[in-house]
Nanobody, 125 residues
């Protein structure tokens, strides 16, 4: 079975940092891109960032460019999302998901085959 295990959420003050992890198992990691999405209470889920496990190319939502950095450790089948300069509006459940590389990098949720459970990030003002 394919599993995506997201972790690293927590409570942080505005301006602080957190690092989320997404550990993948049961899939051929090099054939997938891993994306991070988030959903705040009362809002639709939105894409945050994604990375190609094969060549490391990345894609970011405008709202997080310059503050968040996505990276991949292929030896561990794990993708990280380093979140700096956090803002209260970053508060949300964060989910990781896997999409086949031939679809390219993006946030079309219907193309993502596998989803992990969410990890909650709360940023206090």
């Amino acid at each position: 079975d394919v599993q995506l295990q997201a972790s690293g959420g927590g409570l942080v003050q505005a301006g602080g940092s957190l690092r989320l992890s997404c550990a993948a198992s049961g899939l051929t990691f090099d054939n997938y891109a891993i994306g991070w999405f988030r959903q705040a209470p009362g809002k639709e889920r939105e894409g945050v960032s994604c990375i190609s496990s094969r060549d490391g190319s990345t894609y970011y939502a405008d709202s997080v460019k310059g503050r968040f950095t996505i990276s991949s450790d292929n030896a561990k089948n794990t993708v990280y999302l380093q979140m700096n300069s956090l803002k209260p509006e970053d508060t949300a459940f964060y989910y990781c998901a896997a999409v086949r590389l031939h679809y390219g990098l993006g946030f079309s949720e219907t193309l993502y085959d596998y989803w992990g459970q969410g990890t909650l990030v709360t940023v206090s003002s």
